[in-house]
DNA sequence: CGCTTGTTATATAATAAATATAACAAGCGT
DNA sequence: ACGCTTGTTATATTTATTATATAACAAGCG
């Protein structure tokens, strides 16, 4: 999968990192069981240093996007705590949609966003 | 309003600022119209720097929250800029819903989420 | 004139992010 | 056994961001 790290952007690079991997994986790009590349190939690759794309991978890890093995590599393994996960989901939306209904948005505009942007995943 | 900052949070304060201001107005803790504290004031009420205050002010004026005038003072006045505020939805929505869809939620869940939200501020 | 308003400037401290080297333990392949 | 790669840890340094601290300014109200 392609990775593109935008260096002017005000998020941090790990962040983007570990966004960009999520959307490879719901965009199927890569698959459960799928390895990474090591963290050293990532980072020559894009150009930045070792412990950056460690971080990134570390913190999929701890949130359960993936599995670790020491030898190995990173492997996409995702695992499900659906509880959390809504409890997270429901917070993380909660700001996304105050902004959108300050700006008038409607319940009903809102329900298509959600929809268009599941048909582009095929979910 | 009430304003409850946490401070071990590893989010910014005037990020946590700039939120719970958004979640007032959506919420009607705060109407249109209506002023928001002085800088001055509301550093003082919470504890913190007038800076810090004022640069969530600054941002909430420039997302077009609210709108600043010299001697008055902070008032929420939304700026609408629909075409813009959903391509703002769109991308932040994105990043959340493919943590969510990655969790197993189903489209169905996360519309009951949008629902259960929704519900929540009588939208 | 005194007061408050947002705004700007500058300096400083504290924290976070990114980079740079180096080294370690584990395991694979030859 | 050796060389290689894997993630991991440690340390140091640089840069950027965040937060605080003072100070001053222009504008306007009473």
Not at 23 to 32: C, F, K, N, P, Y
Not at 101 to 107: E, L, Q, T, Y
Request: hydrophobic share 45%.
């Amino acid at each position: 999968m392609v990775i593109e790290i935008d260096f002017h952007s005000d998020e941090a690079i790990y962040v983007q990192l570990c966004n960009q991997i999520i959307l490879g994986i719901v965009t199927a790009q890569i698959r459960e069981g799928e390895l990474l590349p090591s963290v050293r190939t990532l980072a020559e690759t894009i150009g930045i240093n070792m412990h950056t794309v460690n971080k990134a991978y570390a913190i999929l890890q701890r949130e359960g996007f993936l599995k670790i093995d020491r030898r190995r590599g990173a492997m996409i393994a995702i695992d499900i705590d659906k509880l959390r996960a809504i409890e997270e989901a429901r917070a993380e939306m909660s700001l996304v949609l105050a902004r959108a209904v300050c700006k008038n948005i409607s319940r009903k505009e809102l329900h298509g966003l959600l929809d268009a942007i599941c048909d582009e995943w095929g979910v």
